[in-house]
């Protein structure tokens, strides 16, 4: 189904057909699992960014407390500040002159 509107023909068309109780509900089931399905992905689409900083937060933290447990010092991201980090990241993208 590419589009909303080819549903109300097809629907037509079924009942058309006179199909017996059991098809009917099949189809029903079908489509409040197709429609239960896409409300889930638009779900996760909104809030995937906001549970994956969550679990980010999460891991670091666990980290910490793992390196304060064995007397480590946390990491200084390897001496280099975060934008020094994000532009070789950029530069690195870049391999052919424009």
Do not use: D, I, W
């Amino acid at each position: 189904m590419e589009t909303v509107q080819e549903l109300v023909p097809l629907a037509k068309e079924l009942m058309a057909q006179k199909p017996s109780a059991k098809l009917v509900r099949m189809y029903v089931l079908g489509g409040v699992l197709a429609l239960f399905g896409a409300v889930l992905g638009l779900m996760e689409t909104v809030c995937g960014p906001f549970t994956a900083a969550g679990r980010r937060r999460e891991r670091e933290a666990t980290l910490a407390e793992l390196r304060a447990a064995r007397g480590e010092p946390a990491p200084q991201e390897q001496g280099k500040p975060l934008e020094a980090v994000q532009g070789c990241r950029a530069l690195s993208n870049r391999l052919h002159a424009s």
